[in-house]
Structure formats: structure tokens, C-alpha cells
């Protein structure tokens, strides 16, 4: 019940297009839901969070839509970029765990030129 | 890399050795972790603490032991190495607060021959 699912597991996207990252979950305690993007030879980094009571948060290019009702989240990356190529995980964050953080497996993301 | 530091970067050993991998934080946070990534599982928690002194087991805790005797170190030791446990480990700290980010440090790369 602690699991993060994330799809596709790779993803290749023409420049300027969207890239869309989907994950779905089943513990409704989970109360805090980031996304972290990784490059090769690098710890992943902080994209973009969003709370479960938020249903839409935006920072730049980079967008989170989180549907509660069904559990699910989403990363849109608008006018996608080759340096946005990288591996992005979604996760999500469970206070009643020792703030446990739970990810789901990547997706690899390439954006060409 | 937000003040993480893990040590070292690289290591082979070799089947039945014990091996020690550091994380060392200058942001006093309270909340320290340690990941195993592999292709296709995506980050996987070890063991986290809490504060010093104070750990608890993550997803895949077997084989691996902890130790955090300073706010600043959090140790992860594998008690006789085996091959399974080649991966990449990261360090990742956090603390309380409404924001949670979670930071993590630039990884150690282990190899288990």
C-alpha cells in the first residue's frame, strides 16, 4: 500500500513538445507529492511538490496535476527541452512512517532536438 | 548538493567484506536517509534517521546496518558484502517543516565483485 506507480518507464518527445509523466498511489496518507529529476552520475533534485490539497501547481515549464479522488498525479513539462532530458521519479511522503519518502521507478525521459 | 557530502564516491570490494559508506550534512537537518538505486526499481529506502541515535528500517533493510552518533554523520554499513548489494547509494536528508524537500547528496557508487 506504500507503493508509488509510474508510467511510461521511457518517454521520447520532440523539442517544444509536452512530455507527460504520470503516478498513481493507494495510501491517502501520503501528504506531500515531489518530483525529483536526475541526471546521469547525479543524486536526483527537487523538481516540483505539490500537496493533496492542491489540485494544480505550475513553476515554469514545469506543471503538477494532482486528481485526489483517483489517487493520481502527473508532471507536464511544456515547450520540452533536449537539457530536460534526465530521469524523473515522482514520489510521495508518508508522515506516519518517519516521514518515509516512496518513489516510483523513473522514467527516462528524451527530448530531441 | 545542499551541504551532503557521502564517502567515498566509488568503491569496489570484494564478496564477504564489510564495507562503510559516510554522509556527512552541514545543514542540521533532522532527517537523515539512505537509497539504493537500481535500474528498474527506481530509489529504494535502507534505513533513515530521525535524530541521533535514533534509526529505523526502510524497504530493504536486510544486510545493511546504520549508525548516527553525530547530526551531522549517518553511516551505512554492509556487514559482508555480496554481490546483490552492488548498486548506487545515496544520502538524502530532510527536515520537519511544511515544505519536507528532501535533498540528497551525489552518490556512492559500490560495486561487489
Known amino acids: 500500500q506504500q507503493q508509488v506507480k509510474q508510467s511510461p518507464q521511457s518517454l521520447i518527445v520532440q523539442k517544444g513538445g509536452i512530455s507527460i509523466i504520470n503516478c498513481a498511489y493507494e495510501?491517502?496518507?501520503?501528504?506531500?507529492f515531489p518530483w525529483y529529476q536526475q541526471f546521469p552520475g547525479k543524486g536526483p533534485a527537487l523538481l516540483i511538490a505539490?500537496?493533496?490539497?492542491?489540485s494544480e501547481k505550475k513553476e515554469g515549464r514545469f506543471t503538477i496535476s494532482f486528481n485526489k479522488s483517483a489517487k493520481q498525479f502527473s508532471l507536464h513539462i511544456m515547450d520540452s527541452q533536449p537539457g530536460d532530458s534526465a530521469t524523473y521519479f515522482c514520489?510521495?511522503?508518508?508522515?506516519?512512517?518517519?516521514?518515509?519518502?516512496?518513489f516510483g521507478t523513473g522514467t527516462s525521459l528524451t527530448v530531441i532536438p | 548538493d545542499a551541504g551532503i557530502t557521502q564517502s567515498p564516491r566509488h568503491k569496489v570490494t570484494e564478496t564477504g567484506t564489510p564495507v562503510t559508506l559516510r554522509c556527512h550534512q552541514t545543514?542540521?537537518?533532522?532527517?537523515m536517509y539512505w537509497y539504493r538505486q537500481d535500474p528498474g526499481h527506481g530509489l529504494r529506502l535502507i534505513h533513515y534517521?530521525?535524530?541521533?541515535?535514533?534509526?529505523d528500517k526502510g524497504e530493504v533493510s536486510d544486510g545493511y546496518s546504520v549508525s548516527r552518533s553525530k547530526t551531522e554523520d549517518f553511516l551505512l554499513t554492509l556487514e559482508s558484502a555480496t554481490s546483490s548489494q552492488t548498486s548506487v547509494y545515496f544520502c538524502?536528508?530532510?527536515?520537519?517543516?511544511?515544505?519536507?524537500?528532501?535533498?540528497f547528496g551525489p552518490g556512492t557508487r559500490l560495486t561487489v565483485l
Open positions: 495510501n491517502t496518507a501520503f501528504d506531500y
Open positions: 538524502a536528508i530532510s527536515e520537519r517543516g511544511a515544505d519536507n524537500e528532501q535533498f
Open positions: 545543514e542540521n537537518h533532522r532527517y
Open positions: 505539490i500537496r493533496p490539497d492542491v
Open positions: 514520489a510521495a511522503k508518508n508522515p506516519y512512517t518517519g516521514n518515509q519518502f516512496y
Open positions: 534517521s530521525y535524530g541521533v541515535k535514533d534509526t
